[in-house]
């Protein structure tokens, strides 16, 4: 897919991973809807893209994307100032293990609803153009831990949902690409989070081996992040894929058995 005059949508766009990728789409002449909680963060992201690749190329939207009526509205409102949806990027993720609902809601049920709204603005049975999903997992749903157990669950299930809906857009000719993205850690400021017990209740006392596994496994930089979103998103190959980035292996994927007859 070459991406000039593609218009993509990224939730949890205003920093981290979510800017990294943001930026990459912008340096490949798409058009961007940043998609964030953040009102401030957004704005002063927005600001800097302007002044990188000029007024007009993206535009940010302040959305909780656990609000379902936001969420639709901030689809709809890419569509009408863009003309067109073409790429979805459901990258918007928390890490609570006090506030756990909250967890699901952001890491999983929103991202259900980001690929299903995805489906109603790029879908042939909704007779548009098609397009690509990329759901956000983590290398957690392969490595369990004790520190982030229900983070892990929603990482687990944002795979098992990307999977079957690749299946599902294959089998009903949706012409949409659904590629889910498994990063190990990475430097942005969600990572820090592991460390409080606000976010970790009393998991945080586990807080030592995850520190030990960061130093052991190594922490990735946004960018290289943000390079393997690039390549499931221009990838026409790909539908079902599940990308796995970590230090020791870089960017690769996970294989799974074929069913077996
Ligand atoms: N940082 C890491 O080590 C890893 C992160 N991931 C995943 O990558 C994704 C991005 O994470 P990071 O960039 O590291 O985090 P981050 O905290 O730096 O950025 C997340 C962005 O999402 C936004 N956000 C949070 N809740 C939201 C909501 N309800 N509605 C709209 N926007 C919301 C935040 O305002 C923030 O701008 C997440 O899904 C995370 O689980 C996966 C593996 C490792
Ligand atoms: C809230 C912070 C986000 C952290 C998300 C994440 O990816 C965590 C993963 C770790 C949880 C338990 C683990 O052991 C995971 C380590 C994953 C790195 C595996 C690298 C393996 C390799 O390099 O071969």
Same mark, same amino acid.
């Given at each position: 897919? +070459?991406l000039?005059?593609?218009?993509?949508l990224?939730t949890?766009?205003?920093?981290? $991973?979510?800017?990294?990728?943001?930026?990459?789409?912008?340096?490949n002449?798409a058009?961007?809807?940043i998609?964030d909680?953040?009102?401030e963060?957004?704005?002063?992201?927005k600001k800097q893209?302007?002044e990188?690749?000029g007024?007009?190329?993206?535009?940010?939207?302040?959305c909780?994307?656990t609000?379902a009526?936001?969420l639709q509205? +901030?689809?709809?409102?890419t569509?009408?100032?863009?003309?067109r949806?073409?790429?979805?990027i459901n990258n918007a993720?928390?890490?609570n293990?006090?506030?756990w609902?909250k967890?699901?809601e952001?890491?999983?049920t929103?991202? $259900?609803?980001?690929t299903?709204?995805?489906l109603e603005?790029?879908s042939?049975?909704?007779?548009?153009q098609?397009?690509?999903?990329i759901?956000?997992?983590s290398?957690?749903?392969?490595?369990?831990?004790?520190?982030q157990?229900?983070y892990?669950?929603?990482?687990?299930?944002? $795979?098992?949902?990307s999977r079957a809906?690749?299946?599902?857009?294959?089998?009903?000719?949706?012409?949409v690409?659904?590629?889910?993205?498994?990063p +190990?850690?990475?430097?942005?400021p969600?990572?820090h989070?592991?460390?409080?017990?606000?976010?970790?209740?009393?998991?945080?006392?586990?807080?030592d081996d995850f520190?030990h596994r960061?130093r052991?496994?190594?922490?990735?930089?946004?960018?290289?992040?943000?390079?393997?979103m690039m390549?499931? $998103?221009?990838?026409?190959?790909?539908?079902?894929?599940?990308?796995?980035?970590?230090c020791?292996?870089?960017i690769?994927?996970h294989?799974?058995?074929?069913?077996?007859?």
């Amino acid at each position: 897919m +070459a991406l000039r005059g593609k218009v993509a949508l990224v939730t949890g766009g205003a920093q981290g $991973i979510g800017c990294a990728v943001v930026e990459s789409l912008l340096k490949n002449e798409a058009k961007v809807s940043i998609v964030d909680l953040n009102q401030e963060v957004g704005e002063k992201c927005k600001k800097q893209l302007d002044e990188q690749f000029g007024v007009g190329n993206c535009s940010f939207i302040q959305c909780d994307v656990t609000d379902a009526a936001k969420l639709q509205e +901030a689809f709809q409102s890419t569509v009408d100032q863009f003309g067109r949806l073409d790429i979805v990027i459901n990258n918007a993720g928390i890490n609570n293990e006090k506030n756990w609902e909250k967890t699901i809601e952001v890491n999983l049920t929103s991202v $259900i609803k980001g690929t299903y709204l995805g489906l109603e603005h790029m879908s042939k049975e909704h007779g548009k153009q098609g397009g690509v999903v990329i759901n956000v997992s983590s290398m957690a749903a392969f490595f369990h831990s004790p520190h982030q157990p229900v983070y892990t669950a929603t990482k687990h299930g944002v $795979i098992g949902f990307s999977r079957a809906m690749a299946d599902a857009s294959e089998h009903g000719d949706y012409g949409v690409r659904i590629n889910t993205l498994c990063p +190990a850690f990475v430097d942005t400021p969600l990572l820090h989070s592991v460390e409080l017990e606000e976010n970790m209740g009393k998991f945080v006392k586990f807080k030592d081996d995850f520190k030990h596994r960061m130093r052991k496994f190594g922490v990735l930089t946004p960018s290289l992040v943000a390079e393997g979103m690039m390549m499931m $998103i221009t990838d026409s190959r790909l539908n079902g894929a599940v990308m796995k980035i970590t230090c020791s292996k870089g960017i690769h994927y996970h294989t799974y058995e074929p069913l077996s007859a």
